[in-house]
């Protein structure tokens, strides 16, 4: 330790002191040195910088070798520990206890997370003894009717996440917030002499009105200060495009469930983008019962989305074709921009008509990453059609600053360029990271004299700052945020944050000198400002819209908007087509922000079906031109290298990459992930590449995937008919099975209470995944990694089987959810050597963690392969906060042990608790499964199959009804509603589509 | 006997008989059959072979406590196994190991009853395979298991837990089939044992003796100890003979019960025996051709012998590639899509050379046995019992994993790949086996002395 420059020089000790010292204290005195028992101030201080140099390195995840070191240390240091005593701890019990507290069972607090765009997802936080451990969609709020997304669901886990940054880091050294504090108010000083010239805050979207206010006070306080937004999938090309068609940047806020017909161009807006949630139940309203009717959704776009495989007709189309396509659309309806041609004249023909029949009850959507174009014609086209007020109505935008952000950041570069930026606040985001590849920020960057930076993790942006302030993450945080449709929803924390996060707002405080105020009473003194007036009883009205997570009432009015006559114009000419690489957010990570959850990476890609990376997609006939097959190593652009992956129904000539990977210092999950697409990217071209040369290295790489096999070989297993079929034939799921009547030597089960099943109409699922990430969530099932999921060891409880169907340049896909089928006659339960998994009385097909010797003959004999097994340990049981996230009610299973679905039967206990308290019948609806809950299209039903009058037992009645492999004669409790599309006969020719049934034939 | 000089050697010098059809060569007295055969571990010289075999066999031994003390301390993902393919290495070779003990159970037992004396040259030895064999085997459905140290709740035994083994699970038979078979073996081959050992006492010198002299029992070959000695032969005979049937049958049911297209077949329990004995014979038949000729055992195990055992070895092989068919044919006649994709996934799937490997295996390479001089010929007799072993192996691999990794749902397809702990475990079993063979060799009498005395004819019989 000499050698640091740094450490304070002892002064001489007092060795009569110290004795005195020892001698006056009482109690276990434990001392490490004799400056220690001195209690020298000198000490104080070496301890608090006990760590200087080459702390930066540390806070780096442990490499291998440093491990080997610190475990060496950790023996020597082992000797120091031995002979202490734990701090004693006490055990009180409550002397008032706590409102509503009851130990053991959880409590549900509404809140609200920030999705991409800073918009609000509406959620209710599942706490047990004030620890969060499930996130469930708020069944009030308008933007989810109790769905989430996956990444809602996962946010669960990025808070428990323990790489988050932990603390104060100045120029790399562990510091505190009190002296950033003072510094911060140094700076405060400094600008308040120079009105903020110089100084630059640089965020995320900002939708929340009171940190919005919190800026706009800033700006105020320091009028030369700047402030500049930008994420990398932000909405830049929706507001360029309502500015093209209204000349301002509206927000457009759809009525899925008022549209006939839909079309979706480059769009996936039942799974990503703002109201996905939402639109995925509106749209699957109309998709459930076919009986009634049905919807129609005409899908173009480059490379297959869940969007497009929900669709009716889906037209693979490179950017440029989708934009010809609109084009065309909008000429032919009668939007007055100029004619255009496009390929399939057919499906333009079919489109058209079908629009033009439905008018005021279509719609047209245009896809996030679209160029501004394609939302201006989208706009034009719902117009023209007489939509607009239908099934598509304008608000204003829900950011607060609805600002051009790629503009405002070549700015800011060029201004810290040029040195004018002499501090800059980076507050979110990762500009390091995920800003093009053209503007060089992190050259620029080091030219700011002073750089500070709030972020939830000491990542590739807090590398380069001298300051590095942990931000709270959400769920630590008071806050408000508007929803899609500019509801207001409110933010509570779950927690007290973890580690020393705090909020931007927070910080803005000290800079206004505004600070120890709470931030609960900051938002709320926002909101009587605005709202007070017009409220009675504002604390009381606060209060309920606490409790209920939003604003009631708060959504954007419509606004009235018409279409600029110069529109037609300003669309400019159209794109130039040829090769192209597409960059697109991951469905995952998206643009990165979720790059360290390794439930997220884990998730097999909706249509790829790849874990833990990201590739080259590109159509089948691409990858023969480029010579490449899954796993080639191909450069782009002699810029990223990465390995293709083949994608069948994707666009010839338009590669897509997905952004959001390559990350080099979020955590131990995700460093090193994949390779980072941002390379690519341009400030001018944010989406696109256009004729990107595209090398074949020659080296392959091993790609972990959870799907080798994407035919169903001829088996009825999606089985689904068009909506013709359908009608003529509503049993067509079954009604080969019924010729064949299975009999049994053995009587069958008999249920005298409950008798749980459950169902998934493939109608109304996406394949978004959603599911798959609650039920991990709920049922802490642990992440595995790259290597084993290639080994085919994930641990998924419920897994989505993707099915292609037909051409192999434009397949129909299917999504099925597969989870356990709790079968009647389950072929798992009779090979169980120990009894390990045996049939409730309630029907269950249950596992015993405890008894279970791991001979996996179960998992072998199941014949829907939906059983897992623990093959190492794979449950986390060092990391201590990864503890906190685990649900109680749920065994963290250790190794050698099965494990699979259990219908959430610590759901089904809870419910049955409250009932038998009550001395009555758990109701119907009660037991809601953790998948079922968060299916955003209520795709899943549960329920008890013994209560005649439940949902479960009118939703298995349906003549779609039909269960996965009955002619074995398992009888599973799972099954699933028959998918039915509803083709336009112009482009489906009858004898074409030929039902898929059941029954060997 | 006392004046006998055993430093002289073997009494008779090797000589090759042409075309031997008997089942001892008709030149020795009781004396010399006894000599010659304690003369192999008492004071013959130990052929160089058996140092260089056996320190080969404890070096590939040295495999199996690293694989399976890796496997104990980090978890059974080491192997290649996975979700769909569940079971991998660890079950074919429980099924192959217990296939060969096979042969000795059948040569002991039921070749006993049959009255066939041209078992007594080759039981014994066939039985110290038998109970090797199942040593290995039996490490497979203990160290298998995820966690091993738990595997004893397969055994019925009372508990605290009130809970009792499955019964309806095939593997909790299997626990009550192969212990029993382990037992009954190990019971008929030292009761066999012991006449001889009685012998080795009263040749050895030195601590042998009182080694030799403990295990005996106090033999003293009275009349009454013959007399008893025969009842329990053919009590244990008796309740080896159905074994034979019921180990391998049980095994077959761990897949027979189970409905994986490939497994749930009827026709598993003959053709599984059939497999046994064809797998068994091949095993006795790759130890016994070196090691009659490293120790000149030509005058016990003749000609005739080798003769024997490959028609055994031919007809059960012809059992199995009936099976083989009937599978085949099955998959056709039921009309099942799935058996017909699982038959299909054989013939042209990703494994199916392996699958063609194994009609060469076991269907072809046999073929040569319809001639007498190919059963005669210890070279061809060596090479095709080496193809019967790598077919057998091959058998449980179609059956095992290629069954499993591509069955109903094509979404939950998958490979499987064993890695360098599969195979570890594999040929460390192997050295096991190998070891203590060669240590059976060394120490005990291979053949046995009192049972070949029997066939020395008299002089007054060979004179008639």
């Not at chain 1, 979110?428 to 992190?442: E, I």
């Not at chain 2, 004071?43 to 040295?62: E, N, R, Y």
């Amino acid at each position: 330790m000499s050698s640091q420059p740094n450490l304070p020089i002892p002064p001489p000790l007092d060795l009569e002191a110290i004795r005195a010292r020892l001698d006056e204290s009482k109690g276990p005195q434990f001392w490490r040195s004799l400056e220690e028992a001195a209690g020298a101030p000198e000490f104080q201080a070496w301890l608090d910088h006990e760590f200087t140099d080459g702390t930066s390195e540390w806070s780096d995840g442990v490499s291998r070798r440093r491990m080997v070191e610190l475990l060496g240390a950790t023996l020597g240091l082992a000797g120091l520990t031995s002979c202490t005593k734990q701090p004693p701890e006490k055990i009180v019990p409550y002397v008032t206890a706590p409102e509503d507290v009851v130990p053991g069972r959880p409590l549900t607090f509404a809140s609200s997370i920030p999705g991409v765009g800073g918009v609000a997802a509406g959620v209710l936080v599942e706490s047990h003894m004030n620890r969060p451990t499930k996130i469930e969609g708020n069944p009030e709020h308008p933007g989810s009717r109790g769905g989430t997304d996956a990444q809602t669901q996962a946010a669960i886990l990025g808070l428990w996440d323990p790489d988050r940054a932990q603390t104060v880091l100045r120029e790399g050294r562990n510091s505190t917030w009190q002296r950033a504090d003072e510094s911060l108010k140094l700076l405060r000083e400094q600008m308040l002499s120079r009105k903020g010239a110089g100084f630059r805050l640089l965020t995320e979207t900002v939708t929340s009105p009171s940190t919005g206010a919190a800026i706009k006070d800033l700006l105020a306080t320091f009028p030369e200060a700047k402030w500049v937004q930008y994420e990398p999938a932000g909405r830049d090309n929706a507001r360029a495009g309502a500015r093209i068609a209204f000349g301002e940047p509206v927000t457009a806020v759809y009525h899925v469930d008022q549209a006939a017909v839909i079309v979706a161009l480059d769009s996936d807006f039942l799974v990503s983008g703002p109201g996905a949630v939402r639109y995925a139940r509106d749209f699957a309203d109309r998709r459930r019962n076919p009986a009634s009717g049905m919807n129609r959704l005409y899908a173009v776009e480059p490379t297959p989305t869940p969007t497009g495989s929900s669709a009716d007709h889906r037209l693979p189309a490179t950017s440029a074709e989708v934009e010809g396509f609109a084009r065309a659309l909008a000429a032919e309806l009668g939007a007055g921009t100029p004619a255009a041609t496009v390929k399939n004249a057919a499906f333009l023909k079919a489109a058209v008509a079908d629009l033009a029949a439905n008018k005021g009850a279509s719609l047209v959507i245009a896809g996030e990453q679209a160029p501004p174009a394609v939302h201006a014609l989208a706009h034009a086209i719902n117009a023209a059609l007489g939509n607009i007020g239908k099934t598509v109505h304008y608000i204003d935008p829900v950011e607060v600053s609805p600002a051009d952000q790629a503009a405002g950041l070549k700015e800011l570069v060029g201004e810290m360029q040029a040195g004018k930026v002499d501090t800059l606040l980076i507050a979110g985001g990762n500009p390091v990271y995920n800003t093009p590849a053209d503007l060089k920020f992190a050259a620029a960057l080091r030219k700011v004299k002073v750089r500070i930076r709030l972020g939830e993790y000491d990542d590739e942006t807090g590398a380069v700052c001298h300051w590095v302030l942990p931000m709270a993450h959400p769920l630590e945080c008071w806050g408000d945020l508007r929803a899609f449709d500019g509801t207001v929803s409110l933010m509570q924390p779950l927690i007290a944050p973890l580690y020393e996060g705090k909020q931007l707002i927070e910080v803005l405080a000290v800079l206004l000198e505004k600070g120890g105020r709470e931030i609960r009473d900051v938002v709320k003194e926002h909101w009587r400002a605005q709202i007070g007036a017009s409220t009675p009883h504002f604390d009381d009205f606060w209060q309920k819209s606490i409790h209920d997570g939003l604003i009631a009432g708060s959504a954007s009015p419509a606004k009235t908007v018409a279409l600029r006559k110069e529109l037609a114009a300003e669309l400019g000419a159209a794109p130039a087509g040829g090769d192209e690489v597409l960059l697109r957010p991951c469905p995952n990570v998206q643009d990165g922000r979720h790059a360290n959850n390794a439930w997220l990476q884990e998730l097999p890609r909706p249509i790829s079906k790849l874990t833990w990376d990201n590739a080259v997609l590109m159509s089948p006939a691409t990858a023969q031109k480029h010579g490449a097959s899954n796993g080639s190593m191909v450069r782009l652009a002699n810029a990223v290298t990465g390995p293709v992956w083949i994608v069948p129904g994707q666009a010839d000539g338009s590669i897509v990459v997905h952004l959001g990977y390559g990350r080099t210092r979020v955590g131990k999950i995700g460093n090193g992930v994949g390779f980072s697409a941002y390379a690519l990217r341009t400030s001018a071209n944010p989406w696109r590449v256009l004729g990107a040369e595209v090398r074949n290295t020659g080296d392959s790489q091993v790609m972990a995937v959870t799907q080798e096999h994407g035919s169903m070989e001829g088996r009825a297993i999606v089985r689904k008919a068009s909506l013709d079929e359908y009608t003529k034939q509503p049993d067509f799921a079954t009604h080969e099975e019924k010729k064949h009547k299975l009999f049994s030597l053995y009587p069958e089960w008999k249920y005298e209470g409950y008798s749980w099943g459950l169902a998934v109409d493939l109608n109304a699922c996406t394949g978004c995944n959603a599911c798959t990430i609650a039920c991990q969530a709920e049922n802490n099932i642990p992440v595995v990694g790259k290597d084993q999921v290639n080994r085919g060891r994930e641990m998924h409880w419920i897994r989505i089987d993707r099915y292609f169907e037909g051409s192999i340049d434009n397949p129909a896909i299917h999504h099925q959810p597969v989870m356990c089928m709790h079968c009647e006659n389950a072929p798992c339960e009779g090979v169980c050597p120990v009894a390990a998994t045996t049939h409730s009385e309630e029907g269950l097909n249950q596992m015993t963690y405890n008894r279970c010797v791991g001979t996996r003959y179960c998992a072998n004999n199941c014949p829907y392969k939906v059983r897992r097994f623990n093959f190492f340990l794979y449950s986390d049981w060092d990391t201590k906060s990864l503890h906190g996230l685990r649900n109680p009610d749920v065994t963290v299973r250790s190794r050698g042990v099965m494990e699979k679905c259990s219908y959430c039967v610590q759901r089904i206990n809870w419910a049955r608790i409250d009932a038998e308290r009550e001395s009555r019948r758990i109701k119907d609806g009660e037991v809601v499964t953790a998948c079922q809950a968060a299916c955003p299209s209520g795709a899943i039903y549960f329920g008890d199959l013994n209560d005649k009058t439940s949902q479960i037992v009118k939703v298995k009645a349906d003549t779609r009804n039909y269960a996965l492999l009955t002619d074995l004669g398992t009888k599973p409790r799972t099954s699933y509603l028959a998918k039915v599309t509803n083709p336009n006969q112009e482009l489906a020719p009858r004898a074409e589509a030929k039902p898929a049934h059941g029954g060997n034939h | 006997m006392a004046a006998h000089d055993h430093s002289l050697g073997p009494v008779l010098p090797p000589v090759k008989i042409e075309h031997a059809d008997v089942v001892l060569v008709q030149r020795h007295s009781n004396t010399t059959v006894t000599d010659k055969i304690a003369g192999v571990v008492l004071w013959s010289p130990t052929p160089k072979q058996w140092f260089v075999i056996i320190a080969i066999a404890f070096m590939v031994l040295q495999l199996l406590p690293f694989s399976l003390g890796n496997l104990v301390v980090q978890g059974i993902g080491l192997w290649g196994i996975n979700s769909p393919v569940g079971w991998g290495f660890d079950i074919i070779n429980f099924v192959w190991w217990i296939g060969i003990g096979h042969a000795g159970t059948l040569i002991s037992a039921v070749l006993l009853l049959f009255r066939q004396e041209w078992r007594m040259a080759i039981a014994r030895f066939a039985e110290a395979m038998t109970i090797f064999a199942v040593m290995c085997a039996g490490l497979y459905p203990v160290f298998h298991t995820g966690r091993p140290w738990l595997a004893y709740w397969l055994l019925p035994y009372p508990n605290t837990m009130a809970l009792w083994p499955q019964p309806r699970s095939p593997l909790v038979w299997d626990v009550f089939a192969v212990s029993t078979y382990a037992t009954v073996s190990i019971l008929f081959w030292y009761v066999g044992l012991i006449p001889d050992l009685a012998t080795m006492r009263d040749r050895a010198k030195g601590f042998g003796k009182y080694i030799y002299g403990f295990l005996a029992l106090g033999w003293r070959g009275s009349a009454k100890h013959w007399h008893r000695y025969e009842t329990a032969s053919l009590l244990l005979a008796g309740l080896s003979t159905p074994l034979v049937l019921s180990v391998h049958s049980i095994v077959s049911f761990d897949f027979a019960t189970g409905l994986i297209p490939g497994w749930h077949t009827t026709v598993f329990p003959p053709y599984f025996v059939a497999g046994a004995v064809f797998a068994g014979f091949a095993m006795v038949l790759t130890l016994a051709i070196p090691v009659r000729k490293w120790y000149g055992l030509e005058d016990f195990i003749t000609d005739r012998h080798l003769e024997n055992m490959a028609k055994v070895m031919f007809a059960t092989g012809m059992i199995v590639c009936y099976g083989y068919f009937l599978e085949v044919f099955m998959a056709w006649y039921s009309g099942n899509e799935y058996e017909w994709a699982m038959l299909m996934n054989r013939v042209k799937g990703p494994y199916a050379a392996m699958y063609w490997a194994l009609w060469i295996c076991n269907g072809l390479s046999i073929q040569i046995l319809w001639f007498k001089w190919a059963r005669r010929s210890t070279t061809v007799l060596f090479i095709v019992s080496q193809f019967v072993s790598v077919g057998m192996w091959l058998e449980r691999f179609v059956i095992i994993p290629m069954s499993i990794h591509r069955d109903f749902i094509p979404a939950s397809w998958g490979m499987y790949y064993p890695t360098v702990f599969d195979w570890g475990t594999f040929i460390g079993s192997m050295g096991f086996f190998t070891f203590l063979m060669f240590l059976f060799i060394r120490g005990l009498p291979m053949i046995s002395m009192f049972e070949i005395r029997t066939l020395v004819k008299r002089p007054a019989e060979a004179n008639h």
